[in-house]
């Protein structure tokens, strides 16, 4: 069998390259620990100046987590693999934001939910034409993780919380524009860049080009408009009174997701987390109640295995999430919460 992750040194920098294509290189348990063993073998390696990340085949960077078998243990009772998994992959994530040798990401194709935690907390931050990220977990019934707060927190006005409610896909300029990425540069060039990197060591090998436009950054008064209110409902009911293609695209979206994912979302949003770490901690304490106490399992089989689109949620609209749930799913852990 082909390794899920490969691992190995070119030249003057460490490579990992995520590599299950068929299945848009989603994220295992099994490659969030081969990732931290690398970056730990790699950080006092003389030899290793930097590290480039990627991902195998023409479709994605990485779609997200594996998630089915995570889901079938926690519909038999077990929420321990999940638990155990979202811990390594959160402490994964936070390492590669605080690694102390540059990290160069190239983020083509399907960037989401798990890949915007492997690519998206380091310095340098490559996109391209084929990119289209999203943090699409409310729809499934969980909330932005592995740090997905923290970026959507410090997104330009109320973007953050349109993409978190929404799953609305950024191209290569509205990544920029939001944070998610900081490099624009030809997918063409992308080889002859990675093997420069390579040789040199050197992050001048790394071109600045031109930044594509943003439709994003066109639309960020009416986004910061229809998303400003408070509450949830309050949000619908602007939404419901706009009748642009963003408004009605938005209001579909909202109608379709988890309301207590959604109500959560909002909660952890507002205030922003200031740091990676405190989002972490926050979205572990969610997740790690989310089989249990959330509408997780049920999403996933309804959007991913059974594919029917017709889950059957805890709560029948936005509204009818109460404080004090959304309180109970973001309650400190004690002696299960994360540490790093």
């Known amino acids: 069998m082909e390794p899920e992750l490969l691992i190995r040194t070119e030249g003057r920098a460490g490579r990992l390259t995520l590599n299950r294509p068929k299945a848009l290189n989603a994220l295992t348990h099994?490659?969030?620990?081969?990732?931290?063993?690398a970056l730990e073998h790699w950080r006092d390696a003389p030899a290793v100046s930097l590290i480039i990340l990627d991902g195998a085949g023409e479709r994605a960077f990485c779609s997200g987590g594996d998630i089915a078998q995570v889901t079938a243990a926690g519909k038999a009772?077990?929420?321990?693999?999940?638990?155990?998994?979202?811990?390594d992959e959160y402490r994964m994530n936070l390492l590669l934001s605080t690694y102390p040798k540059p990290i160069v990401s190239f983020l083509h194709g399907f960037v989401m939910g798990g890949g915007v935690g492997y690519g998206c907390h380091i310095p340098h931050r490559v996109v391209g034409e084929?990119?289209?990220?999203?943090?699409?977990?409310?729809?499934?019934?969980?909330?932005?993780?592995?740090?997905?707060?923290?970026?959507?927190?410090r997104a330009p006005g109320h973007l953050g919380l349109y993409l978190a409610l929404t799953a609305a896909r950024m191209g290569p300029g509205d990544a920029i524009h939001a944070g998610f990425a900081n490099r624009f540069l030809p997918e063409a060039e992308w080889d002859a860049t990675k093997a420069?990197?390579?040789?040199?060591?050197?992050?001048?090998?790394?071109?600045?080009?031109?930044?594509?436009?943003?439709?994003?950054?066109?639309?960020?008064?009416?986004?910061?408009?229809?998303?400003?209110?408070a509450t949830l409902p309050q949000i619908v009911a602007a939404l419901e009174e706009d009748d642009s293609p963003l408004a009605q695209s938005a209001l579909k979206?909202?109608?379709?997701?988890?309301?207590?994912?959604?109500?959560?979302?909002?909660?952890?949003?507002?205030?922003?987390?200031?740091?990676?770490?405190?989002?972490?901690?926050?979205?572990?304490?969610?997740?790690?109640?989310?089989?249990?106490?959330?509408?997780?399992?049920?999403?996933?089989?309804?959007?991913?295995?059974d594919k029917d689109r017709k889950p059957t949620w805890k709560h029948p609209a936005p509204g009818a999430v109460t404080e004090a749930e959304v309180a109970a799913m973001l309650a400190p852990l004690g002696t299960d919460e994360l540490t790093f």
């Open 77 to 87: 009772g077990d929420y321990a693999m999940g638990r155990d998994f979202w811990r």
């Open 130 to 153: 084929s990119t289209q990220m999203a943090m699409p977990e409310c729809g499934i019934g969980m909330i932005p993780d592995v740090g997905g707060t923290y970026l959507l927190g």
């Open 253 to 305: 979206a909202i109608r379709r997701n988890s309301p207590l994912s959604m109500a959560c979302t909002l909660a952890m949003l507002r205030p922003a987390p200031l740091t990676l770490e405190e989002a972490l901690k926050q979205e572990y304490r969610w997740t790690w109640r989310s089989m249990e106490r959330g509408d997780f399992i049920e999403g996933v089989r309804a959007q991913i295995l």
């Open 30 to 37: 099994r490659i969030c620990l081969q990732t931290t063993e």
């Open 196 to 229: 420069a990197l390579c040789e040199t060591g050197d992050l001048d090998a790394l071109p600045v080009r031109y930044t594509p436009e943003s439709p994003m950054a066109a639309e960020q008064s009416r986004i910061d408009r229809l998303f400003g209110a």
